[in-house]
């Protein structure tokens, strides 16, 4: 079966500190997404990326196709960057043509 | 304003009943999708379209019934609801599938009593 797992589950920094979450998968992807879920809250669609790097002001997504890993980091993180953060996979060749999704890291940022 | 939105927001209901929940998006986008939220499995998906009239199934289908007569709406039927139905239901829809993104309605939050 193909999978996606995240890395930590649950994660709680003080504020200002440098955030790091880990997905890797199973299978050669077409696509990997980062998804934001504040509480009660929507899903917000944060990066998708095929390759290398991406970066939108404090959030940088980085890929390694060939370890089959990505990162999630955040800069200077920020009490409102407090959600669940959810990697998702767009999987190639054939299948259902919808996302995978890992668990969901769960961050918090203390002030 | 342009995008996709749930209908209802919170439901309650009772097991056996049938309930359909409503997606709407104003893009014009070939692919939706039915997703489930629950505490232990995260996201799952349940049934996805490619195009009005073309759907197939996720992950979790058993239970639900799609349908896709115009390209903007996909709604989900659960015909004969059952408790284990209980949970979040997100709606989505992209462009294309693989590498386009997909944009998620607000949610609707299933309380099945």
């Known amino acids: 079966k193909n999978e996606v797992e995240q890395s930590p589950q649950n994660l709680t920094a003080q504020e200002g500190e440098f955030i790091t979450i880990n997905c890797s998968y199973s299978?050669?992807?077409?696509?990997l997404h980062w998804l934001q879920q504040h509480p009660g809250g929507g899903i917000v669609s944060l990066f998708m990326?095929?390759?290398?790097?991406k970066k939108h002001g404090r959030l940088i997504a980085t890929i390694n196709i060939q370890e089959k890993h990505s990162s999630l980091h955040i800069t200077a993180s920020h009490p409102r960057d407090s959600a669940v953060y959810i990697c998702?996979?767009?999987w190639g060749g054939g299948g259902a043509d919808g996302l995978t999704f890992g668990k969901g890291t769960h961050l918090i940022i203390q002030p | 304003d342009a995008g996709i939105t749930q209908s209802p927001r919170y439901k309650i209901t009772e097991t056996g009943r049938q309930v359909t929940l409503m997606c709407h998006q104003t893009?014009?986008?070939?692919?939706m999708f039915w997703y489930r939220q629950d505490l232990g499995h995260g996201l799952r998906l349940i049934y996805y379209?490619?195009?009005?009239?073309?759907?197939d199934k996720g992950e979790v289908p058993d239970g639900y019934v799609v349908s896709r007569s115009k390209t903007e709406n996909f709604p989900l039927t659960l015909e004969s609801a059952t408790r284990s139905q209980t949970s979040v239901y997100f709606c989505?829809?992209?462009?294309?599938?693989?590498?386009?993104?997909?944009?998620f309605g607000d949610g609707t939050r299933l309380s099945i009593l």
């Open positions: 989505a829809s992209s462009r294309r599938v693989g590498n386009q993104p997909q944009h």
């Open positions: 893009w014009s986008h070939s692919y």
């Open positions: 379209s490619a195009a009005a009239d073309i759907t």
């Open positions: 299978v050669g992807i077409s696509a």
């Open positions: 990326l095929s390759s290398g790097k």
């Open positions: 998702a996979v767009s």
